[in-house]
C-alpha cells in the first residue's frame, strides 16, 4: 500500500475524537499508508473554552500537532475526517476548516479521492450517524469516492452496529476495545481502496 496517503482531518474538545484519529493514524500506517495527522483550528473564543478545564487541558495537551491546511488536502488521495457530534451534525470547527476549501474544489484537486468519516456523541442516538453522514455529503460535493466500513468486517457488530462510519459514544471517556478495533478497520480499508484508486 505504498502509494496510499492519507490525511486525517479531526476536531475535538475533549479528546475523543483526537484519540480516534491516531487510533486510525498508526492502523493506516502500519498497512503501509503515508499518513498526515491534523488538527483543525479552535475558532471557539477563548472566553469559551478557558472557562472550561477539560476543554482547555485538552488545547494544551494537543498544541504540537499540526493544523490542517489546503495543502495536506491537495497531497492525499484519501480522507478521514472524525468529529464530534453537534446537535446532529459535524461541529463547526470542521466546517470552517472545510469551508477554506472552496479554491481546491474549483480547481477539481479535491476529486476522485477515497473518503470516510467518523464521530462521536453524548449520546447514542444523539446524533452519531447523521453526523458521519453529513461529513458524506461534504465528500460526494467534491466527487471523492466513498469508503464506508459496511458491514464487512465482524468489528462492525461488535463495535455498535454503524456501517456508515465508526461512531463511539462518549465525552472525552477512554474508547473501548471494540471501538477501536473497529477504527482500525475502517482505517485500514480506506487505505486499501486509496491504494486501488492511484493504481
Ligand atoms: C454545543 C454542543 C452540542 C452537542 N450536541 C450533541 C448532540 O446533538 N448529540 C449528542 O449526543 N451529543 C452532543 N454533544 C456532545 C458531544 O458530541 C460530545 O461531547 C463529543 O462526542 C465528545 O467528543 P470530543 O471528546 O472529541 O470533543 C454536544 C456537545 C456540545 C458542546
Known sequence: ???????IV????????HRMAEIAADAAKAAGAEVRLRKVRETAPEAVW????????HLEATAHVAE???ADMEWANAYLFSAPTRF???????????DTLGGLWAQGKLSNK???AMSSAQNAHGGQETTVQTLNNTFCHWGCILVPPGYTDPVTFQSGGNPY???VTANGEPIPDAVQNAIRHQARRLAEYAAKIAS
Open 1 to 7: 500500500m505504498s502509494n496510499a496517503r492519507l490525511t
Open 10 to 17: 479531526y476536531y475535538s474538545t475533549y479528546g475523543t475524537n
Open 50 to 57: 478557558a472557562g472550561q478545564a477539560p476543554w482547555k487541558a
Open 68 to 70: 490542517a491546511t489546503p
Open 88 to 98: 446532529g451534525t459535524a461541529a463547526s470547527q470542521i466546517r470552517a476548516f472545510i
Open 114 to 116: 477515497a473518503a470516510s
Open 165 to 167: 462510519g465508526v461512531t
